[in-house]
């Protein structure tokens, strides 16, 4: 049986270690790589794209080091998870800088607006939204909501979210104090606002789900 070979695509934006850690941990037969090389990403059977940083900043870092093309490649051809800004990235435009994204899904990135940030007793909620919420699954039969529970917390760091044109890819909402997408899924792809490798058991079983993954739901 061939070895699963996951590509963590490195352009420049975060700390990987922790990505790559995460799955070392949930996939020991499994060869991880972190890379900044198309060829390394294009030949891997799993891709996973994180990011963090400003949305301009990760599309420009992604385009000089000439990765766009492995990234949209695999977006359509094997099992992709994206993380974070690896998320906001797939959709076309973000009100963070204005700045185009990949345009692989239908929607935008929104920065969550002042005069919602209130709690249920009138208390003001902090942008970017830091730390555990709950996920309500949409999909809830999809490979990678295996064996965690509706309303699993999961660890988050932004101030952006997206929103898709086509609600029928929303695969988990959060509510930070409205709902908004946390997860969405469409055939071979999965991607997520939180970050798995920081929420304990949940993001370790979603990881673990799909290294298992064939990308089919």
């Known amino acids: 049986m061939k070895q699963t070979e996951i590509a963590v695509v490195d352009y420049g934006m975060g700390n990987l270690r922790s990505v790559s ?71 076309e435009q973000s009100e963070e800088g204005n700045v185009p994204g990949l345009g692989l899904l239908k929607g935008s990135v929104k920065r969550f607006a002042t005069e919602y940030m209130m709690d249920a007793n009138g208390g003001k909620l902090k942008v970017p939204h830091m730390g555990w919420n709950q996920v309500t699954q949409q999909k809830n039969t999809h490979p990678l909501w295996h064996n965690i529970a509706d309303n699993a917390r999961f660890y988050y760091v932004h101030s952006y979210y997206v929103q898709p044109e086509d609600n029928t890819i929303i695969a988990g909402y959060s509510e930070y104090p409205k709902r908004f997408t946390s997860a969405v899924a469409t055939n071979n792809v999965f991607a997520v606002q939180f970050h798995p490798e920081k929420s304990a058991a949940a993001g370790l079983q979603l990881l673990s789900n799909f290294v298992g993954w064939d990308g089919k739901i």
């Open 21 to 91: 850690k995460a799955l070392e941990h949930v996939a020991p037969n499994a060869h991880v790589i972190v890379t900044s090389e198309a060829e390394h990403i294009l030949n891997a059977s799993h891709v996973v794209f994180p990011g963090q940083g400003a949305m301009p900043d990760c599309m420009r870092e992604l385009d000089s080091r000439g990765l766009r093309d492995a990234v949209t490649q695999s977006y359509k051809t094997k099992p992709f998870l994206g993380i974070c800004i690896g998320l906001q990235m797939l959709f």
